[in-house]
């Protein structure tokens, strides 16, 4: 709408991306759509991952956030569109194709078993063994020793590795997650909601690792309904609503204003004011919304003027 | 990097530590799921050891063994399944559905045992595989698709020997080729000191003993563990849930292979209508020995603490020369007692 929106031509024409040089996205996706029955879950999503970016979705709750993730880490197929891998069009059958494609996937309810003790989760589908043919067995030692190590790493200072993963703290496990999709070697690390359930302190943490796996080349997709965690580590920002994608921006193109303007919708707030004013009696919420709907419109039109004056100016390359 | 004590302490946790704090061996053992099976195990064999003198000879240790194996052997294929997360309640025919299986082939068409032994295991295991099979595709829950294999199992086993045999029991195997050696195999007993012990104890050893090394040692333990604590989970890391599930009835339908022929060659023949209700004891064993009922924790070992629980308690009373009426209450204490100081015992590792 306000912020000048990426240029889908330039950057899906398999050109070479402007803000990486690589000749082709390490993943795409162009008008993908997805159905579950008569629901439309999705539809005609165009966006772009690449080594060391960060690509924020965001979005309410119900945009499709989930269902674009479970289409790339092939839970789900699209029924729309194409899913470019390094420039293959791909349909992923199940999330171990998209495993061996370096499609690693961090959910939103997380996927680790809570009984099983941290070094058993970390390897799990990817265990470690010795031996041939029947005998094979688990290489404990090696697959502990491992654990312990990339989670110090990552800054965490396990006592006990046989300790069940379900006594870790929300963010540890978010933590163990992505130590477990950096250190098989994941291209693509899929980041869904990682902070939705964390306190303050907690999601800066979960947002370091972000960072972290990022300054290791990794391509991030960050799936977040909070624009301030996703405006201070994100590079590009897909906004989703219904299902729809609503604006796709490039970091220097958007503030985070301009972002959180767009994500509470002036539209909504508006109508909700509208209604609360019709029941009567809400007086106090009323006015918070109608504070908001103001805050919303000054940060649209702050914006607009921003874009306006980006344009017109030299600075603006 | 290679020796992980070097590693420098990250600085954000190092004061955490002190909240951790290091919990003790007697602590680790006390938080394995077999712990209360095994204080109920020391105490029930206290308890008829003081009240039965003969409770304690070799020959009534290895009756009690016997009696256990019986259930052991299955309970370690139903402990692996219920820690993959589902649950078989047609076990107990499908037994018998493998012992008819082996006489009745091979008696119709006079063949040698062994074809039949071989028949029963194609049987069983297809029995595994179909249970499997129709809960992964359906994704009905196993209560309902092994309540439907009982129910149908029941009645084959009922009318397919009426139908091939002409009885309720089949007919006598005896005299065919080959019976002898697979009575040997299935129903001998080896001497260990002057004591005769019965293979089927033996099976149930090396069954218990692979189980668990499956289990603790290699990745498709890994698996069972993580199918019966999140499948979502697992299959969202790769792991072969589907695979995993059906393997498991698989293991059940072997191990009821393996008990089916041992009924079949201590005697020559089977009763059409037995088995029924049996598949509860293998559940009980499994529960009692730590494994839970919603997936995700348990052991083999305990499954056998568990059948040996039920050894005890069947055989203890009779030596105690009580009324066999009171052995489905100790039964039924037994399981209740056991559940509940697993749940303490797991409840107080995890909170230390
Ligand atoms: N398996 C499903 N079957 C039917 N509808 C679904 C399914 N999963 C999601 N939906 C619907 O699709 C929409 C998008 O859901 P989702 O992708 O989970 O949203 P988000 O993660 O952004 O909150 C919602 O309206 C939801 O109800
Ligand atoms: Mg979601």
Same mark, same amino acid.
């Given at each position: ?317 | ?73 299955? +309970? &370690?294929?139903? /402990?692996?399944?219920? *820690? @993959? $997360?589902?649950?078989?309640?047609? %076990?107990?025919?499908?037994? =018998? ?86 009575? +040997? &195999?299935?129903? /001998?007993?080896?001497? *260990? @000191? $002057?004591?005769?012990?019965?293979? %089927?104890?033996?099976?149930? =050893? ?95 070992? @305990? $499954? ?49």
């Amino acid at each position: 709408m306000n912020a000048k929106q990426i240029d889908q031509q330039t950057l899906l024409k398999d050109e070479k991306d402007p803000l990486t040089h690589t000749p082709v996205h390490l993943l795409s996706l162009e008008g993908v759509g997805k159905h579950y029955g008569n629901i439309i879950a999705l539809r005609d999503v165009t966006m772009a991952v690449d080594n060391g970016r960060v690509t924020c979705v965001l979005g309410d709750n119900g945009a499709g956030k989930s269902t674009l993730i479970k289409i790339i880490a092939g839970l789900h197929q699209h029924d729309e569109g194409v899913l470019h891998v390094m420039g293959d069009a791909r349909k992923f059958n199940s999330p171990r194709d998209a495993l061996d494609a370096g499609i690693a996937t961090v959910y939103q309810d997380l996927a680790v078993v809570p009984l099983m003790p941290i070094w058993r989760n970390f390897f799990l589908g990817s265990e470690l063994t010795t031996g041939w043919g029947p005998f094979k067995s688990m290489d404990v030692q090696k697959m502990k020793d491992i654990t312990l190590k990339e989670l110090a790493q990552m800054g965490i200072d396990l006592r006990d590795v046989e300790q069940p993963i379900g006594q870790l703290s929300g963010g540890e496990r978010q933590c163990v997650a992505i130590a477990r999709a950096v250190y098989f070697g994941a291209k693509v690390l899929i980041l869904d909601e990682p902070t939705a359930a964390l306190g303050v302190k907690q999601s800066g943490v979960v947002l370091r690792y972000i960072l972290q796996a990022r300054d290791r080349g990794l391509g991030v997709i960050f799936i977040t309904h909070n624009p301030h965690h996703a405006f201070p580590v994100g590079d590009r920002f897909l906004l989703l609503k219904r299902g729809k994608s609503i604006g796709y921006y490039d970091k220097k193109d958007i503030t985070l204003d301009e972002l959180t303007a767009q994500m509470a919708g002036g539209a909504e707030l508006a109508e909700l004011a509208h209604e609360l004013e019709q029941l009567g009696g809400h007086t106090e919420a009323l006015k918070e919304v109608q504070a908001e709907v103001a805050g919303v419109a000054e940060a649209a039109d702050v914006a607009d003027v921003a874009d306006a004056s980006r344009e017109n100016s030299p600075r603006h390359a | 990097m290679a020796n992980t004590a070097t590693l420098p302490p990250a600085p954000a946790s190092a004061p955490g530590d002190e909240r951790i704090g290091r919990r003790s061996p007697i602590q680790k053992f006390l938080g394995r799921p077999e712990v209360g099976a095994l204080v109920g195990a020391v105490v029930l064999f206290i308890f008829f050891a003081s009240v039965s003198p003969t409770f304690t000879q070799p020959n009534a240790l290895a009756t009690i063994l016997y009696g256990s194996s019986t259930i052991g052997i299955m +309970a &370690v294929g139903v /402990s692996l399944l219920m *820690i @993959g $997360g589902e649950f078989d309640l047609s %076990t107990g025919v499908a037994v =018998i559905s493998s012992a008819l299986t082996a006489s009745l082939f091979s008696w119709n068409f006079s063949l040698n045992a062994w074809v039949g032994v071989v028949l029963a295991l194609v049987v069983s295991l297809g029995i595994g595989f179909v249970n499997g099979w129709i809960l992964v595709k359906t994704k009905l829950p196993s209560f309902i698709v092994t309540l439907a294999t009982f129910l149908m199992l029941t009645g084959l086993n009922l009318a397919l020997t009426r139908l091939i045999g002409g009885s309720v029991s089949s007919p006598s195997i005896s005299k065919l080729d080959g019976f002898d050696s697979a009575h +040997a &195999v299935f129903a /001998s007993s080896i001497s *260990i @000191g $002057g004591v005769e012990v019965k293979i %089927t104890v033996f099976f149930w =050893i090396i069954l218990v003993a692979i189980a668990s090394w499956v289990l603790l040692r290699t990745k498709v333990g890994n698996w069972i563990f993580a199918v019966g604590g999140d499948a979502n989970a697992a299959r969202a890391v790769g792991v072969p849930v589907t695979k995993t599930k059906i393997g498991l009835f698989m293991a059940v339908g072997f191990c009821g292979w393996i008990l089916g022929m041992h009924n079949l060659f201590a005697f020559d023949a089977v009763q059409s209508g037995e088995g029924v209700g049996n598949e509860f004891l293998y559940i009980i064993a499994a529960v009692i020995g730590g494994c839970l009922l919603t997936g995700g924790y348990g052991s083999a070992v @305990g $499954g056998a603490i568990g059948a040996f629980i039920f050894g005890m308690a069947n055989k203890g009373i009779v030596y105690a020369q009580w009324n066999p009426d009171w052995f489905k209450f100790f039964l039924g204490l037994m399981l209740l007692l056991a559940t509940i100081v697993n749940l303490i015992v797991k409840r107080r590792a995890e909170l230390k």
